[in-house]
């Protein structure tokens, strides 16, 4: 059996293989609400009744203010649950896992309302300048980050995923090119983690389930964060209970990248032979034969999916194809799949 197709084991939820659609913001909600859509629910349907192993949702917004945009989803208030379970159990019923992705976009946001951020330092002259997060308000991040993490766990998801990435807010936190804070979040890389340290613990009281957290492995500027920040902060991770790192790159400032297929892999690669925890695969992986390698060069424990996924739901079923291997379809599909 090929490596993409086993399973795998994350706590108590197990995977029937390797394959995970990686959250991609939609910008699809109605009315600026959060809620879950029609649209919603046949995108991330149609990709586990194609075999994805772990269905991911968009970056989640813990706050309104911390939407990446006015469209997205949320999971701020009580009244985003009962859409969130109805989508899960559609996930369900296809044997596939569910993750939602929390996120707060920080000085990213694109929205009317106030932004907020770690230093009032914009992003570029598009955006507009955030405001400098006080201490309190720092707390009732930390906060609403745990109450979606209960709300999480009502609408039934299997895996929590933390948006450490792509210039985000926990992003913001974890850059020196973002974070010139002098109190105890800011300044030396200690400091710069204790607000991603702090949302962990805060979320594990509310969630017994399997926490990922993806990152930014390279910030493309040399006055930012070194691999050697980034082995740090995997080793902090992984004493906090951390179960995988999903290595993504860039975002935090404006660059230019030089994006080719498998471009993030070798940072991914080094974590995971540096820190010894699970990571998790992401960036121009189209092909099957492009998977099995990375996993069976053991460079990385699941593979991400986005834009493969985006012009094929059962993208899977084309890769098993690729490597001769059988994949169980849905009942109604076997006479098209067999």
């Not at 108590?12 to 659609?21: G, S």
Request: with cysteine; proline share 4%; aromatic share 10%.
């Amino acid at each position: 059996m090929s490596k993409l197709f086993s399973q795998a084991q994350f706590g108590d939820v197990t995977l029937k293989n390797r394959i995970t659609m990686s959250p991609m913001c939609m910008y699809s909600c109605f009315d600026e609400d959060g809620k879950i859509t029609p649209f919603h629910m046949t995108h991330y349907i149609s990709r586990a009744a194609g075999q994805v192993g772990l269905v991911f949702t968009e970056a989640t917004a813990v706050q309104p203010e911390g939407r990446i945009s006015a469209q997205d989803l949320g999971i701020w208030n009580d009244a985003h649950v009962e859409g969130l379970k109805n989508l899960n159990e559609q996930i369900h019923a296809y044997d596939a896992k569910s993750g939602i992705q929390l996120g707060h976009a920080g000085r990213k946001a694109d929205l009317e309302s106030t932004i907020y951020a770690p230093s009032a330092i914009a992003f570029n002259e598009n955006y507009k300048e955030p405001k400098e997060m006080t201490t309190d308000a720092i707390k009732e991040t930390i906060s609403a980050f745990k109450n979606g993490a209960r709300r999480a766990k009502e609408a039934g998801f299997d895996i929590i995923e933390l948006h450490g990435a792509h210039g985000y807010l926990i992003n913001q936190f974890l850059s020196p090119l973002t974070n010139v804070r002098t109190d105890s979040y800011g300044g030396s890389k200690e400091n710069r983690y204790r607000f991603l340290s702090e949302i962990i613990e805060s979320v594990k009281t509310e969630w017994d389930g399997p926490i990922f957290v993806r990152i930014s492995t390279d910030e493309y500027n040399e006055n930012g964060n070194t691999l050697d920040d980034f082995y740090f902060y995997a080793k902090e991770m992984k004493k906090q209970g951390i179960d995988l790192i999903d290595c993504s790159s860039g975002g935090v400032v404006p660059a230019k990248i030089s994006a080719y297929p498998g471009y993030q892999i070798p940072r991914c690669e080094a974590i995971k032979k540096e820190v010894s925890i699970a990571t998790g695969a992401i960036g121009l992986i189209t092909t099957g034969i492009q998977a099995e390698e990375i996993l069976q060069n053991d460079r990385a424990d699941l593979i991400f999916v986005a834009r493969a996924l985006l012009r094929n739901p059962y993208w899977p079923k084309q890769v098993a194809d690729e490597l001769g291997e059988p994949i169980e379809p849905p009942t109604q599909y076997k006479r098209g799949w067999h």
